[in-house]
């Protein structure tokens, strides 16, 4: 298996600009999770999904951020507008059932908002 | 207070020690605990998951719980340089919505194996 796969890598983009990461879970896993990093506040949950569904969507910072999960291989998360305090790691994490079996990530997209 | 505390570190040990990592969590009736290891620049790897009380080993890593405490801990013995990574504990709290599916993750504790 692949694992969990997100792209891009690396985002720079000018403030005011529209942002789109995209994350394609693990085959076969029904929850999907993406988490923001940063040094200040560590791993914040943004958002997560169970069978294409949001779940929870409590840590979005505000309506700039967005996401979905059309279906069970691709979801997106989408800043419109960014902004440079928006600069952070993002990652994608998928599971077959968090609660008992944990999550695995992504590589993660460094975004940069200059 | 908050749901999942670690120290932050730097903690420091020589190569060859047990290095022990701590976490305490807030809220009594979590049932999954999950250790995951985060080099610099990578994303982080799950390493351990323990949901009973008691110890539980593979390898070199023990992680040990204690829910009268709300303590969960892990245990690294002879450690390695290449151990050198900050160490991530994550509760699946009690009091979630939507079925309990989330995790909560401390800030992480930096292990420094030194030769």
């Known amino acids: 298996d692949a694992g969990v796969i997100q792209s891009p890598r690396h985002e720079v983009t000018e403030m005011g600009q529209e942002v789109t990461l995209r994350c394609k879970p693990i085959?076969?896993?029904?929850?999907l999770f993406w988490y923001r990093q940063t040094m200040m506040r560590g791993l914040e949950l943004l958002i997560y999904f169970n069978n294409n569904v949001p779940i929870d969507d409590s840590g979005m910072p505000e309506d700039r951020f967005s996401a979905k999960m059309p279906n069970a291989s691709f979801s997106t998360l989408k800043i419109q507008p960014s902004e440079p305090r928006d600069s952070a790691v993002y990652f994608c994490a998928s599971s077959p059932r968090a609660g008992r079996y944990g999550y695995t990530f992504g590589s993660g997209t460094r975004l940069t908002v200059v | 207070q908050k749901e999942v505390e670690q120290n932050s570190g730097p903690l420091s040990v020589p190569e060859g020690a047990i290095a022990s990592l701590n976490c305490t969590y807030s809220d009594r009736g979590s049932q999954s605990f999950f250790w995951y290891r985060q080099y610099s620049g990578k994303s982080p790897e799950l390493i351990m998951s323990i949901y009973s009380n008691g110890d539980k080993e593979d390898g070199r890593f023990t992680a040990q719980l204690n829910k009268a405490s709300q303590y969960v801990s892990l245990l690294i013995r002879d450690s390695q340089p290449s151990d050198s990574a900050t160490y991530l504990c994550?509760?699946?709290?009690?009091?979630?919505?939507?079925?309990?599916?989330?995790?909560?993750f401390g800030t992480g504790t930096q292990l420094k194996v030194e030769l």
């Open positions: 994550a509760v699946n709290l009690a009091k979630v919505t939507g079925g309990g599916n989330k995790l909560t």
């Open positions: 085959s076969g896993h029904n929850s």
